[in-house]
């Protein structure tokens, strides 16, 4: 299955297939004639969890096609995403000589995509990149789209920049390894989907009833997720309109993983909790009725996904304050007002108290 992302900024395609990994190294050639480039070097930027798996896998196989590779092994976690880990990512391209016509391969989850991704945005002003991702959530979410990042003590995600990939190969077949937190975890960002753009992927989501019958369905299930993305993204590149729609549940999530400094809950965990809160706050608000209340948290449970914790809102008002989609006075929020509808909402930090 192939996707191809066409905006003013951008033109990159999307493949995803059962296995696709080992042939990584024929469509990258193939991308790269069709682009009509020449690179002779890749440096691979993965983690050492997915590096035992598939780090020398991905190394023979790009070597096998005739690319000079090297790769950069980070710690893996969120806390890893940070400008001490970039630097380190910078010294080790500069020591085994890129170039501005050699490209970033990302193979990983999100903080590894995040972070060479931005990488890739600002070595010498730009060079290409490619993502491979090997968890649910960066396979749905954070490898489409072209946002990069890397975290400050003050909060997530607050420096960055909008920098598409050239290719993004997507392997349902790696999320086998994934244990089931982690498969979970991608789970929110799919159930995000389904909430605000699509009733049909909410009402299969509901009759799936096992991890196996999950796995079967994930081909299908990323290809919806990532059609989605397409749309939202080609109609507004740069988060000033209906992108903001990706970020249900985040401005809360982003809140609660940098009030436990990145320790307690995965970013999907977080957001889970972030849309359950959101969606109880639009309910005390009167702008939703209790039925999306009740339905949004029993799908979140229905895949064993947090709904609450015991930080109250009123102590993440810091973090939402600095929340990088606000705009001036105004907080920018999304809400869901049925269920395969998300609606942008503008209000004060009052929105939020208990």
Known sequence: MRLN???????????????????????????????HLSVR???????????????DTLKSNLEDVGFDVFKYV????????????????YSEMVEVGIT??????????GVVGDLAGFAAATYLRGIEYIQIPTTLLAQ??????GKTAIDLPQGKNLVGSFYSPSLVIIDSEVLKTLDNRNLTNGMAEVIKYALIKDRSLFEMLTEITSREQLLDSLDEIIYMCCSIKK??????????????????????????EAHYKFKKYLHGEA???????ITECAYKNKMVDEKILIEVRSIMKHYGLPISDEVKNKELLGYISKDKKNFGEDLNLIIVDKIGHGKIIKAKTDFFVE
């Not at 749905?140 to 789209?145: A, N, Y």
Request: no cysteine.
């Open 5 to 35: 992302v066409k905006s003013k900024f951008s033109d990159y395609n999307i493949i995803i297939e059962n296995g696709i990994l080992a042939s990584a190294g024929k469509l990258i050639v193939e991308m790269l004639d069709n682009k």
């Open 41 to 55: 070097k890749m440096f691979i930027v993965t983690d050492s969890n997915v590096d035992k798996i598939y780090g």
């Open 74 to 89: 980070i710690n893996p976690g969120e806390d890893t995403k940070n400008i001490l880990t970039l630097a380190g990512i």
């Open 100 to 109: 501005r016509s050699d490209m970033i391969v990302t193979l990983g989850g």
């Open 140 to 145: 749905v979410d954070s490898s489409v789209g």
């Open 231 to 256: 749309e939202i993204v080609q109609k507004d590149e740069f988060d000033r309109g209906d992108r903001m729609l990706l970020n249900f549940g985040h401005t809360l999530g982003h809140a609660i």
């Open 271 to 277: 957001v889970a909790i972030g849309m359950s809160r």
